[in-house]
């Protein structure tokens, strides 16, 4: 039976592994040091902080930096090694006995998927829920207002909802405007007005409901004037899936696109379609398309990385580690403004998503032929 992982495989498995965990862990410690752990040990001397929240919040914050560490460290991995065996004549010698490009990149490339399948983990599994413990940890986001619209099939409003402030489940100062059908100059106007001290969210009977407490309702003529005032302790003004969507929405309008899972992430962007968020529907979009392209960015990094270390004897080492940040760093420093062509509609966020990678995929291709491999 064939022998497909040799001697040779593994021995270029190891050297590449090893200097992409010390390249990743170099990497972690300058993201670390400078100000996230000053600010924690200062939290921990002013007593905001116990030593072991402390150390729980350095490593909750640890799946963050790796998300960014691995595609970096595998970079430098693999162009530090193929770097050496270059200067070594190692490379010299394996072409020399009939090895092909594509057969010595082959054990790189079984390890750069390795670090792609952790770096999709990582942003579906270990981000989320490490922010998750983080906010247990500095407590709960506040939302200072939120607004929930209900329109009928002509896009005419019939009900807004406007929450004042949340927090963890919790709702205050929560308003209703019920809007009639008569329309002034282009604005809608509003039957009635209720005003909540408190709200919260609820599933009574199998049914989800947001229901107020301590209401205020204003019931206005077709003048525009309070002809009633009165008061209930309590009213149910969202209820079946318009209530689960509002709350579902509201509750991910507070977090980062990398506190939510892939699972949660699709679901939120349907309801942002449904309920057209046009602009944060394209944002999350886009980010979720990333979610897929990013981690593969792992492997084209691994292969620029080897080709830079594919160098003359005498060439200067300083030349392809230059290469290497300056591809990273023009990477990561486009990345917002992608996501602002996808958040304000100029290009789909498919598109968006997915140029970098495929610029990057270029660049290989165009450096591949121009090292004449």
Not at 148 to 155: A, E, L, P, V
Not at 189 to 218: F, H, K, M, R
Not at 296 to 301: P, S
């Amino acid at each position: 039976m064939k022998k497909y992982f040799t001697v040779y495989d593994r021995y270029i498995f190891t050297q590449v592994l090893i200097t992409t965990i010390v390249a990743i862990l170099l990497f972690t410690i300058v993201w670390i040091a400078p100000e996230m752990l000053l600010n924690t040990i200062k939290k921990i001397l002013e007593g905001e902080y116990t030593v072991k929240m402390g150390v729980m919040v350095l490593v909750y914050e640890l799946p963050k930096i790796l998300g960014k560490a691995f595609p970096v460290g595998l970079l430098l991995g693999s162009l530090f090694t193929f770097d050496k065996l270059s200067k070594d004549s190692e490379l010299t010698i394996f072409r020399a006995v009939g090895m092909s490009f594509s057969r010595i990149i082959r054990p790189l490339l079984v390890l750069s998927f390795i670090v792609t399948y952790l770096c999709f983990v990582t942003y579906d599994k270990w981000i989320p829920y490490s922010c998750q413990k983080l906010q247990e940890i500095k407590g709960g986001a506040t939302l200072t207002q939120y607004i929930y619209t209900i329109k009928d099939k002509s896009s005419r409003p019939q009900k807004a909802v406007i929450v004042s402030r949340f927090y963890e489940g919790l709702m205050s100062n929560v308003i209703v405007m019920n809007f009639s059908n008569e329309v002034f100059d282009d604005l809608h106007a509003v039957s009635s007005i209720l005003v909540g001290e408190t709200g919260s969210y609820q599933v009574n009977n199998n049914t989800p409901e947001w229901v107020i407490s301590d209401v205020t309702s204003y019931n206005i003529d077709g003048n525009g004037i309070f002809h009633e005032i009165k008061n209930t302790p309590k009213e149910v003004i969202l209820s079946g899936h318009k209530a689960e969507d509002a709350y579902t929405i509201m509750i991910n309008s507070t977090k980062r696109d990398r506190d939510i899972n892939n699972k949660d992430l699709h679901h939120y962007i349907t309801l942002l379609k449904r309920e057209n968020l046009d602009e944060e529907y394209r944002l999350m979009l886009n980010k979720y398309f990333q979610r897929f392209f990013h981690p593969f960015v792992c492997v084209l990094l691994a292969v620029m990385g080897c080709l830079l270390g594919f160098s003359k004897p005498r060439e200067q080492r300083l030349i392809g580690f230059t290469i290497a940040i300056g591809c990273i760093f023009v990477y990561y420093i486009t990345l917002p403004f992608f996501d602002l062509l996808a958040e304000k509609g100029v290009l789909h966020p498919f598109i968006t998503a997915a140029f970098p990678p495929t610029a990057f995929l270029a660049a290989i291709i165009m450096f591949y032929k121009s090292k004449d491999l």
